[in-house]
C-alpha cells in the first residue's frame, strides 16, 4: 500500500521525502519563513479512492501540508499551497464514512499538454519554413485518464478538528500566491473591443495617428533603395557562395539581403 | 484589482465557478481576496460523475491561480457599469 501511494504521489509531484528531524516532525525552512500553524494527531491519509497511508501526524505549516506517518520508516508526504488548486470540508456521512479535509490537487497534465502543443506549433512553424520534413513528433496524447486521482482526503480520528484544520489550510493557502504574477497581463483586449471603447474623436486621432505611422514605416523601410546601394561597390555581395547548395531563387536572396541591410 | 472590486460587491450571491481543470462549482460567494482565491458556501458541484467525493463537500476555498471563469448572476452585475470600467481598465486609466 505505501509503495502505490508513494508512487501515486510521486506522479502528482508530491514531495515524498521531505526533511524530518529525530522525532519525526518536520524540519521547516527559516529563510523561507515556514512556521508551523497547526499539528494535528491520528489523521489519516487517503490518496483517490482508497489508497491510504493509514494513520499520521498532520502538519500544517505557513507554506506546507506535511503528513508523516505514525509508523517508523512509514511514508510522509508533502505538498506545497500552490499545488493544492481547491480544498473543502467533507462531511456527508453518505459519501464517506467520516467528516475530512478534501483537496484536489494540481495534475500538472493540463500545463504539460499546453505547452506540448505550443511547442509543436512553433517546431511545425519553423519546419515549414526550412521546407524540410524529419520533424520528430511526439505523441504526449496518452493522457492518463485517471480521473480523480488527484485527490487527498485528511481524516481527522477526532471529527470536530475539521473545521479548524480547514480554516489553517485557507489562511495559509492565501500566504503562498503563485509566484508568477497572473492577471492583468494576461487579458488580452481585441483590438476592435478597445477601438469600439474610445469615442469617435479619439478613434479618428488614433486611426490618423498610425497611418502617419505606417507612412513613415514605408519611407524608412524602402529595403530596395538600400539593398542598391549596399551592392553598389561590391555586385556579389549578396551572392551564394560556391561551394552552397543554392537554387533557393533570387527573390528569397534578395529579401534575406534586405532584411539584413535594414 | 477591477475584478476583485467587482468580486467583493457579489459576496452573498450565488456564483458558478469553473476551474482550469474542467470542476464546476456552484454556491454562495463567501469571501474573495486578492489573488482571487474564492470561498464558496453551500456549494454543488455540476460534474459529479467525474468528482464523486465532491458530493459531500458543503464549503470549499478555491485558489485563485486554477479559475477559469466566474459566472456571474446576471441580475448582480450592472453591464453598462461594467463595461465603462473594463474600458477604463483597458485604456490604462
Known amino acids: ?262 | 484589482m477591477l475584478f476583485f472590486s467587482l468580486f467583493k460587491t457579489l459576496v452573498g450571491k450565488e456564483v458558478t465557478v469553473e476551474l482550469k481543470n474542467d470542476l464546476c462549482i456552484s454556491g454562495a460567494l463567501h469571501s474573495v481576496d486578492q489573488y482571487l482565491n474564492i470561498k464558496l458556501t453551500n456549494t454543488r458541484v455540476h460534474n459529479e460523475q467525474k468528482y464523486p467525493h465532491m458530493m459531500s463537500v458543503r464549503n470549499c476555498f478555491i485558489r485563485g491561480s486554477v479559475v477559469r471563469y466566474v459566472h456571474l448572476p446576471p441580475g448582480a452585475v450592472d453591464v453598462e457599469v461594467l463595461h465603462d470600467a473594463t474600458r477604463r481598465e483597458a485604456r490604462g486609466g
Open chain 1, 1 to 262: 500500500m505505501a509503495a502505490r501511494l508513494l508512487t501515486a504521489a510521486r506522479r502528482l509531484d508530491i514531495d515524498t521525502q521531505p526533511e524530518l528531524n529525530e522525532s519525526r516532525e518536520p524540519v521547516l525552512d527559516a529563510d523561507d519563513e515556514e512556521e508551523l500553524r497547526s499539528k494535528c494527531a491520528d489523521v489519516e491519509l487517503v490518496m483517490g479512492d482508497d489508497l491510504s497511508g493509514g494513520p499520521g501526524v498532520l502538519h500544517l505549516t505557513t507554506r506546507r501540508v506535511v503528513w508523516v506517518s505514525s509508523s517508523p520508516g512509514g511514508p510522509c508526504l508533502a505538498l506545497r499551497y500552490p499545488q493544492i488548486v481547491m480544498h473543502a470540508i467533507s462531511s456527508d456521512p453518505s459519501a464517506y464514512a467520516r467528516p475530512c479535509l478534501y483537496l484536489q490537487l494540481d495534475e500538472g497534465d493540463g500545463d504539460v499538454i499546453m505547452g506540448g502543443m505550443a511547442g509543436g506549433g512553433a517546431a511545425a512553424g519553423a519546419n515549414g519554413d526550412a521546407g524540410a520534413g524529419g520533424e520528430d513528433e511526439e505523441e504526449e496524447g496518452e493522457g492518463e485518464e485517471e480521473e480523480g486521482s488527484a485527490e487527498v482526503r485528511l481524516v481527522p480520528t477526532d471529527a470536530t478538528q475539521v473545521g479548524d484544520l480547514f480554516k489553517v489550510l485557507c489562511d495559509c493557502a492565501a500566504l503562498n500566491p503563485d509566484s508568477e504574477v497572473e492577471g492583468e497581463g494576461d487579458f488580452f483586449f481585441d483590438e476592435a473591443e478597445v477601438m469600439a471603447g474610445l469615442d469617435p474623436s479619439t478613434r479618428a486621432a488614433v486611426i490618423a495617428e498610425r497611418l502617419e505611422g505606417g507612412m513613415d514605416l514605408g519611407e524608412g523601410e524602402d529595403g530596395g533603395e538600400d539593398l542598391q546601394e549596399l551592392m553598389g561597390d561590391d555586385p556579389g555581395r549578396f551572392e551564394d557562395e560556391d561551394d552552397e547548395e543554392g537554387g533557393e531563387g533570387e527573390e528569397e536572396e534578395g529579401e534575406e539581403g534586405a532584411g539584413q541591410a535594414s
